[in-house]
């Protein structure tokens, strides 16, 4: 690793002064992801900014048929957690896939999403869901939030507070893991929300997590298996690589978006 | 006798690994130590045309940075090759010269262009990235079928068309004989995939040069230390072997990775002795993928005939194999005397004829990984027998019924005599526990639920305890592969052996000391094994090719014997009896049909005392004994895999795998076992998942575990296991060797299973989901004509 | 550099440690705790594992900087004094390692997930056990006794949880 100072602030607003303050600071949320990368010399902040000793930034809270899980969650709190298990038990089942138990019990939300990995399991819940990206300076819709891969909506000294996620009627996430990797080669997540239903993919786009038009006007129509039939998911803009063909991962697409229909019931 | 031979003893060595005090290389630290780093060309072919290491030198903490040509000044050889190969036009093979460090041209992407030493590992990592090398581009020869093209690129100047050698054995004339009169010939084009060992300890090493005693020692990863010091010293010119200790303590597993001795460990030794400091290096798992020989690698053609019965009347490959950018240590002989002498494989086979091009390319060195040769050939012999009996409408099991050698000793068409066998007994017992019988219903059941159920064989044989000296010396290796072995009986009576095979796994520690209590009586704790130091152990030839059962344990029965004559010689010497009376059990010699008796430590005491020793004895109870074998050791199993395949992704289930072997006698049942499910493990992993991919310009593309699919518990299923048992009647424990028969034998069962299951034999390894997805597709009716 | 005051198997350590260092750097080369070992650089082999506040995590992908306060267990602290921790035995017993290499990344992992389960009261079946070992690569043992070993240990965590009641 190259070296780098590390802060472990106490509010928020320290953190967010630290963030502007390096020349080139990140945040720091479980660091499963950044770690590895720095590593390998493959990032080189010069500010390491801790977030999880802040008041507040970790947690799950029910109210209103929204969950609002803190920034600094991490994957395993989410998918033990007795109210995302009752409301979105989806979105436990898919914290309880990420990487392996290890890397749950320090991997967080907050950091899953900021970095927008183009195969990471998280992105595709806050896009499916429809859910809200709560940073210390404003609210961004999760529509808005993802810019394609590693691309986000955040400001340099933005910080991540809290996902909200409204409750849907229905959900699951079906994932295809890569062999070697482990993480999502595709992974469908399904919802029917109050604004219609919505279909998030990731791990098989060239640019990192999206909604499917197609499969979100069929499963419209008919919330069924067999309306994903009826939809030809194309080859264009998936990812092609040793581990599947762009052709590979479009027949994915549509085996894990019928698995995770069938999963929602 | 709970501890002696064929009992499942738990493993002595076991305490230290679980409670964290195993002392590997890594965790050794020597007072004075600095840290190595080596710069290694981004390029798989390229001109080095300058270095610069003066902002490197500057940086903080950094001791020297050297380079090739420093090291070919100071007198420091090429890497060598154990194992000469003469072409079948009588040419000994060419191969392009491999220095520790690149004097002039980098040969793949990790090539070791320069060594930085520092105070730290990260600051000799840092300054290894900011010594700038100029390099000029060259075209790259990446795969082997590309290498023996017309104007490939060359590897090496003195290698024209990359031809390392073409060699053949067997008898062409005589297969094309049995081709013309053959009723059914069935062809076929096989890839055995490249692989890389991973062993779970990445390579490291720590130079200790002593300037006061012009002395080195060197702490290594390696499966066989004394062959390291001897090369190290007599080729690589670092000291001479009295000057020179090497010890390999703790070792992580190396299934192949570690027999060879690498640049790295030789220019850390010189480093030492240029910067006056103990220097470490280890690897980390990315430049372990980029520089451990890698494995296998071979295309082959081959076509087989039969007669209208089914009997094999003979056998043609001509294969493709990629030995990568140098030469490595063991790589000459692994496709050629380790995969053309096993083409018969348990078969009566009167005619075959192989051909093995060895070709360099701009990749990593390829060398022996677990099997070494021999997965290679049973591939190849046990995918042809499945597809000839599915073409003739066969049974695959009678097929091979119908072709199994029965008589031994038996002379194959290629070198090897096989021992003993009972081949039909291995695949009757395999056929019992895997249920064969009730498979039909399981496919119907697994179909009900949308899945494709199939059920592959391999029945097969390897050649190992390697090897009878003076007949690897008449096929050209360098030195012959012999074991030792000195058995020391303590004034106490409690005994250490030491041997010159080497423990990275296999449980020696546990099974060696079996063998002492076994003949002694003795509690298994009061028998030690001593290993892995050249100052401590005489010479030895180290662990691999399934050797330290069948060559290793024979050199220590054969000391046992020498130690067992000279205590019954005291003892009937103190007891006043014949030797011929006296027996030794329980951990006493007694006098048969008496009350007479000595404790085994009062013969102990008795040797050392030497009050009273027969007239002209020498005090004292050490004996040692150099074993060379008199042929190799022929293990053979039958080998079941049953898979389920999800149409809709392509990925397949391991659902059943049993594999029923013939070890010939088992010392500690539990460790054999062990052995094949680590094997078995392996060959899956070849079969489904491991493939080390490099793009068209060299570049490593499976760098990492994020792209190279290694077999985890989920990608596995338990095993079901049996031994049949035909002792070797060539040693005298009657072992054939355990080490590497899963390896061998699992990836043809596993892909014949898939085939069968997808009902499409087009299917290459590894049979990844987007392999067998795509083979699915090619049986689908084109919708076109619906 | 950051002072750091941390428990490790028991006892309080306190060091300035690099902003760069990790957990496992820290042990392996501070406290010359060996038993804890890197196979890996992308955070996947799991020989690394060691429960920091009663959680399995990867020793190599966590920053000793940040583990102010912390509780850290590593292989050298589970057995109370000469008697080893059930998980240990049964590796021993079952024939769960080889090399040796992977072990201490395992029985923490085995540790860790018997744990997990039984405080959830969930089975851990074979499959269950063989999911749970997602992120620990072993090359030797092809996981057939691991496997045992953990579902041996996990009945006698059980019998000795039953009996502390």
Known sequence: MYPTNYHKPSSVADAASLLSGGEAAKVLAGGQTLLPTMKQHLAAPSDLVDVRGIDGMEGVTASNGTITIGAATRHADVESNADVKSHIPALAALAGGIGDPAVRSMGTIGGSIANNDPAADYPSAVLGLGGTVVTNKREIAADEFFQGMFGTALDEDEIITAVRFPVPSKAAYAKFPNPASRYAMVGVFVAQTDSGVRVAITGAGDDGVFRHEGLEQALSGSFSADAVDGVAVGEDGMLSDIHGTAAYRANLVSVMAKRAVDAAG | ?786 | MTKVTMTVNGKSVSHDVADTALLSDYLRETLRLTGTHVGCDTSQCGACVVHVDGRAVKSCTVLAASLDGADVTSIEGIAAGKDLHPMQTAFNQHHGLQCGFCTPGMIMTGIDMVNRYQAEGRALTEDAIRHELEGNICRCTGYHNIVKAIDDAAGQMSGMAKAAE
Not at chain 2, 62 to 90: E, F, N, R, Y
Not at chain 2, 350 to 365: D, F, L, W
Not at chain 2, 428 to 436: C, G, N, P, R
Not at chain 2, 744 to 763: F, R
Request: charged content about 20%; proline content about 5%; hydrophobic content about 40%.
């Open chain 2, 1 to 786: 006798m709970s501890d002696g031979i064929g009992a499942r003893v738990p493993r002595k060595e076991d305490k230290r690994f679980i409670t964290g005090k195993g002392k590997y290389t890594d965790d050794i630290r020597m007072e004075n130590q600095a840290y190595a780093a080596f710069v290694r060309s981004p390029h798989a072919a390229a001109k080095v045309t300058g270095i610069d290491a003066l902002a490197a030198e500057a940086m903080e903490g950094v001791i020297a940075v050297h380079t090739g040509p420093q090291m070919k000044d100071d007198g420091i050889g090429d890497l060598i090759t154990g194992w000469s190969i003469t072409s079948k036009d009588g040419s000994p093979m060419q191969c392009g010269a491999w220095s520790p460090m690149v004097t002039e041209n980098a040969r793949y992407v990790g090539d070791a262009v320069a060594i930085v030493v520092a105070e730290t590992q990260e600051q000799a990592r840092r300054a290894a990235e900011a010594v700038e090398v100029s390099y000029e581009e060259l075209p790259a020869t990446v795969y082997v079928d590309q290498a023996v093209k017309d104007g490939a690129p060359q590897v090496h100047g003195n290698v024209p068309g990359n031809m390392i050698y073409d060699w053949e054995i067997g008898d062409k004339a005589k297969a094309d004989a049995g081709f013309a009169a053959a009723a059914h010939i069935t062809e076929m084009e096989i890839v055995n995939n490249r692989l890389s060992p991973n062993a779970m300890e990445p390579r490291s090493a720590v130079a200790v040069f002593d300037e006061a005693e012009d002395h080195y020692t060197l702490y290594t990863t390696s499966q066989n230390p004394h062959v390291a010091r001897l090369v190290l010293s007599a080729f690589y010119n670092v000291a001479p072997e009295h000057k020179l200790r090497v010890i390999a303590p703790d070792v992580g597993g190396g299934f192949g990775s570690k027999i060879y001795i690498y640049p790295e460990e030789i220019t850390c030794l010189w480093a030492s002795m240029k910067t006056g400091r103990s220097v470490k290096w280890t690897s980390d798992r990315s430049e372990a993928f980029m520089t451990d020989a890698h494995g296998r690698d071979h295309v082959t053609k081959m076509r087989m005939g039969f007669d209208a019965e089914g009997k094999i009347l003979a056998f043609e490959t001509d294969t493709l194999a990629n030995l990568g950018a140098y030469v490595s240590l063991f790589a000459t002989v692994t496709p050629t005397y380790l995969h053309g002498t096993l083409l018969s494989g348990c078969y009566a086979m009167p005619a075959i004829y192989g051909n093995v091009k060895a070709v360099h390319t701009n990749t990593a060195p390829v060398d022996a990984y677990r099997g070494a040769g021999r997965p290679e050939a049973t591939y190849s012999v046990e995918r042809m027998m499945e597809t000839a009996a599915r073409e003739m409408g066969m049974d695959p099991a009678e097929l091979r019924r119908k072709n199994f050698i029965t008589e031994f000793p038996y002379q194959t068409e290629v070198i090897l005599q096989y021992d003993s066998g009972d081949y039909h007994k291995t695949l009757d017992m395999a056929q019992e526990a895997a249920d064969v019988a009730g498979f039909a219903a399981r496919k119907a059941e697994a179909a009900s639920r949308g899945k494709l159920r199939g059920i592959g064989y391999s029945t097969f044989v390897e050649a190992c305890g390697i090897a009878p000296s003076a007949a690897v010396g008449s096929l050209g290796a360098a030195v012959g592969l012999w074991e030792s072995a000195e058995v020391r009986v303590n004034p106490v009576g409690t005994i250490e052996i030491l041997t010159g095979c080497h423990s990275h796994g296999q449980g020696h520690e546990t099974t060696f000391a079996q063998l002492a209590a076994d003949r002694f009586g003795i509690p298994i704790e009061n028998v030690a094994i001593v290993h892995g130091d050249t100052d401590k152990v005489q010479f030895g030839m180290g662990t691999y090719g399934s050797r330290s059962g069948p060559v290793g344990m024979s050199a220590i029965v054969k000391a046992l014997d020498k130690v067992e004559a000279k205590a019954k010689k005291i003892a009937a010497h103190t007891l006043e009896a014949s030797e011929d009376d006296l027996v030794i059990e329980g951990g006493e010699v007694k006098v048969a049909g008496t009350d007479k008796s000595m404790a085994w430590h009062e013969v102990g005491l008795a040797a050392y005392i030497a009050h009273n020793l027969p007239e002209g004895m020498e005090p004292g109870l050490k004996e040692a004994s150099f074993y060379d074998p008199a042929n190799f050791s022929f293990p053979a199993g039958a080998l079941i895999c049953e898979v389920e395949v999800d149409p809709d992704t392509g990925v397949t289930e391991i659902v059943q795998f049993t594999a029923v072997d013939d070890f010939g006698t088992v010392i500690n049942p539990m460790i054999v076992e062990g052995q094949v499910h680590g094997g078995v493990a392996q060959g899956i992993g070849q079969a489904l998942l491991e493939q080390v991919v490099y793009d068209e310009d060299g570049q490593l593309i499976t760098g990492s575990y994020m792209d190279y699919t290694m077999p985890r518990a989920g990608d596995l299923p338990s095993f079901t296991l049996d031994h049949g048992c035909t002792p070797s009647p060539l040693n005298p424990l009657g072992v054939k060797g355990c080490g590497e028969a899963g390896a061998i034998g699992a990836p043809p069962a596993v892909i014949n299973a898939i085939t069968d299951a997808i009902g499409n034999n087009d299917l290459q390894m590894p049979a990844t989901p987007l392999a067998v997805w795509t083979a699915l597709q090619a049986t689908k009716t084109p919708m076109a004509a619906e």
